[in-house]
Structure formats: structure tokens, C-alpha cells
């Protein structure tokens, strides 16, 4: 009852006219942001830091909070029309959600999308108030041992995004991992594999490393075909499609609970945040699901799962930065910053300390989300519209966005050339069929991976056993070798029934 009472305290706070206001603006912003590809938040945040100075601290955090969440709408619907993650963490989203849309079921695909993100987010909000102190006690266990095989176990799992061969799956993982070694070791100061390019001593930025390897691969495979193909997708796409189609609830039920707690779990976890949310809800989704073999072909689940996994990790994330001062990821840092700029110190004693500001950001978010409903649901149709541009003007324009994006970030044109030598790379890894979803997995682990293990090590002194004598270590360590077992199970069941039908013909 305590917390129910100081819930609706502060949805009163929320629902003053100058929060009011600047929640709206912070989802109205985030969510333009998220639909241009690669902005994204950390870009648009730190840009309008500044104007937190003249606001009072709960006004600032609701607005900027509000860009956070609304990114990861807008940056899905990018993913679904243009094969372009708007953001890193809605990459993903391409694999299912663009081809639903060339299959003229765009409608369907954008109404999943938000609906997702809606359930994903009211979960994550319920698990902020119901399971916040226990969340974070949950993630003072977990050490630099359990970090390791939890990401161990989410690159493995990782193999499983490609379409066809695990080898291929597996092989994907490794060359981002050895991506993700690019730059300067954390621990000694010395720069890796960056060839004398002082450009590189930073590593790749994931934003570039992800327009490349969709969208840009996307527009070179597509250069030839003219504008026609869009004109027949659009002629398939009606106002009924605006609605889900029969059945795409009922699929996606056990997809949206399974995507909801993922999500939820990644968030609190410091360093992890929706990215990698993402990916495994996905990953763990294929692996689940009785005809696999339609992922990446326009799966609903595809849609569903790694969007409300992204939505609850995005609202989850804030557990570990208001109660413990520790951010998760950088957007996170941001906010923490935003705090700090006005005199408030996050940690387990905030609640009691600021509780108007505590309870009035959370009744916010809930606010904000309806707010991003509104917004989207009429422009489902100007979404879809964007079919009927015809290509030689949709897909130059796109790639400007691009690289207007990615240049913003660190304003380095250098990022410019990247995103265009990845987009060259993914082109070829599509012509040899090979999926580029486990490479960037692999890049957004790899570093995570390399750190837990060193510091683990080093707090063991060298004995690796450290790894088997945690019980949640050696939980994701059993996981990881029962995935290990039935991937190369699966593999010898193609090679026997392949000689099979070799030996019938």
C-alpha cells in the first residue's frame, strides 16, 4: 500500500503542466531521433544537456528519459521499412522486420513493433517498483566470473541468429570478436591491431559498424533493381494491414513474455543494457521455436521478442543507476551526469531522500509510453508510406542520413569511411551467405568478455577454477556447453540426412 500511495503521488508530479510538457517533448524528440539513422540518443542527449541547467531536476530527468525510450520506438520503425537500425540495439530488428515489410505485411510488423515496445516497457516499469531491491541485490552477485559466462554463453548463443550453417554462425562471432579488440587495452594503455591509424586507438563505434553492415550492404545489393519493387509491396500494403494479422497475437504470446523478462534481467545488469537485450531474446527465441527455419524470412516472433526485450531493459536499466549510482551503459552515464549537475547523489538512499523525483520520473515513464502510442499509432500509414518512394530517391536520401548520423557522433569523417567499408564487406558476406547479425554480437561482447576474464584471473591469482566454484558461473557454464552439444548435434543430423537423400538418389 506504501508503494501503490507513492506510485500515485507521483503520477500527481508527473502530470503537472511543465512536466507534462517536457515529457512530450523528450518522447516527441527521441522518437524524430530514433526514425533518423544513426543518431541515436547518446548524440541527441548530449546535446541538449545544456538546457537541464534552467530546469528543475525532475523536469530534466523526465525529458531526458523520455528521449532514451522514445529512441528505441522510432529507431525500430527504420529497421522494419529501410533495413537501417536506427539504433544499435534495433540491428536485430532487421532480420524479420524488413522482410515482413517487402512481403507487404509492414502494418503488421510496425503494429508488433510498438506493441511490444509498450508491453516490454509497462513490465519494466512493474519490475522497477515490485522487484527493484531485490534486482539489485541479484546484481551485487554477480562478479567479473559471472560476467564472463553469461557472455560466453551469449556468444554461443549468438551462432544461432544465422539462417543456415552454426560453422558460419560460430565464424561470424570470432571476426567480431577480433573487431572488438580494435583500439586501446584497458589495462596496460597500449594500442591493438589499429595499424598505425591513430583514428582507430578508439575501436570501431558500433553505430558505424552497424549501418555498414545493413543498411549500406542493403543499398549495394539493391542498386540495380530500380523503384518497381517498392511500387509492388506497396500494392499489397491496405489499410486492413494497419491492424495485426489473425494469429500474430497468439504466436507472439510466449515470444513477448520470454522477450520481457530477458529484457528485464539485461537491464539491471550494469554494462549490458538493450543491445544485448536484443540479440539474446532473439538468439533464444530461434532456438525455442518449432520451425526455426522461418527466422530471418519475416518471423513475427522476430519482431516481437527483441523489441520488448530492448523496451524492458531500456526502463529496467534505470534500477542500477538511480539505487546504486552505477550506470549500465553510456546513455545511463548521461543521466547520471544530469543528476550530479543538479546537486542530487544517486544511491540506495534516493528513494527516501528524493522520493517526489524518484516516484514522479517512474509514473512518467508510464506517461511517456502512452504518449509514444498516440504518436505512432496514426502514423503507422505514413510509415508505409515511405514504400512508394521510389528507390533511386528512398535510398540515396537514407545513406545521407547516415552519414550525417554517424559523423555526429564524434564529428570524424573517418566514422564516414568506415560505415562505408563495412557496407562493402556486408554485401560480400551476403553474396557468400554468410550473417552479419552474429558479427555484431560478437563485436558487442568481445570486449566484455576479454575484461570479466582478465579480471577475474587476476582476483583468483591466476586460477582458473574460479569459474566452476561460483554457482552462477557454473550455471551459464552448463548452459553453455548443453548449447555446445546441441548445436553439434543438429549439425550431425544435416550431414546424415544430406547423405541420406545422396544415397536414396
Known sequence: METFSSLMHGFTIAFQLDNLMWAAFGVFMG????????????????????????????????????????????????????????????????????????????????????????????????????????????????????????????????????????????????????????????????????FGV???????????????????ADFLKNINRGGGAHTQVLGRVSTRSLRPQKGDIKASRGALMR?????????????????????IAYATEKKVAREPHRFG???????????????????????????????????????LGALIIHGIQPGPQMVVEHADMFWGLIASFWVGNVLLLLLNLPLIS?????????????????????????????????DVGIVLLFGIVGYLLMRLRFEAAPLLLGFVLGPMVEVNFRRALLLSRGDPMIFVDRPISLAFIIAAVLLIAGLVYSSWRSISRAGQVAAAA
Not at 522477450?259 to 540479440?279: E, K, R
Not at 512508394?388 to 564524434?410: D, E, I, K, Q
Open 259 to 279: 522477450g520481457t523478462g530477458i529484457g528485464a534481467a539485461f537491464g539491471v545488469l550494469p554494462g549490458t543494457g538493450p543491445t544485448i537485450a536484443s540479440f
Open 31 to 194: 522518437n524524430l531521433i530514433g526514425v533518423l539513422p544513426g543518431m541515436g540518443a547518446l548524440a541527441a542527449i548530449s546535446i541538449l544537456l545544456p538546457l537541464t541547467y534552467a530546469m528543475t531536476p525532475t523536469a530534466a530527468l523526465i525529458m531526458l528519459a523520455g528521449m532514451y525510450y522514445g529512441s528505441q520506438y522510432g529507431g525500430g520503425i527504420t529497421s522494419i521499412m529501410l533495413n537501417l537500425p536506427g539504433t544499435a540495439s534495433h540491428a536485430v530488428a532487421c532480420l524479420d522486420g524488413n522482410p515482413l515489410a517487402r512481403n507487404g505485411k509492414a502494418g503488421s510488423a510496425l503494429f508488433m513493433l510498438m506493441f511490444s515496445s509498450f508491453l516490454g516497457a509497462t513490465f519494466g516499469i512493474l519490475a522497477m517498483i515490485l522487484f527493484s531491491p531485490w534486482l539489485v541485490q541479484l546484481a551485487f552477485e554477480f562478479g567479473p566470473a559471472e560476467y564472463f559466462s553469461m557472455m560466453m554463453l551469449g556468444l554461443l548463443a549468438g551462432a544461432t541468429l544465422a539462417k543456415g550453417s552454426a560453422v558460419k554462425g560460430v565464424a561470424m562471432v570470432v571476426v567480431g570478436l577480433i573487431l572488438g579488440l580494435i583500439g586501446t587495452d584497458v589495462n596496460s594503455g597500449i594500442s591493438r591491431f589499429d
Open 198 to 216: 591513430p583514428e582507430l586507438q578508439d575501436g570501431l563505434q558500433i553505430v558505424a559498424l552497424a549501418m555498414g553492415l545493413f543498411g549500406v
Open 297 to 335: 524470412r519475416g518471423a513475427i516472433e522476430g519482431v516481437a521478442a527483441p523489441e520488448a526485450a530492448t523496451s524492458a531493459a531500456t526502463q529496467t536499466g534505470f534500477i542500477p543507476t538511480l539505487s546504486l549510482g552505477i550506470p549500465g551503459d553510456p546513455v545511463m552515464a548521461l543521466m
Open 382 to 414: 505514413v510509415w508505409i508510406r515511405l514504400l512508394s518512394v521510389p528507390f533511386r530517391h528512398l535510398y540515396p536520401a537514407a545513406l545521407f542520413f547516415v552519414c550525417v548520423g554517424v559523423y555526429s557522433t564524434n564529428n570524424n569523417l573517418f
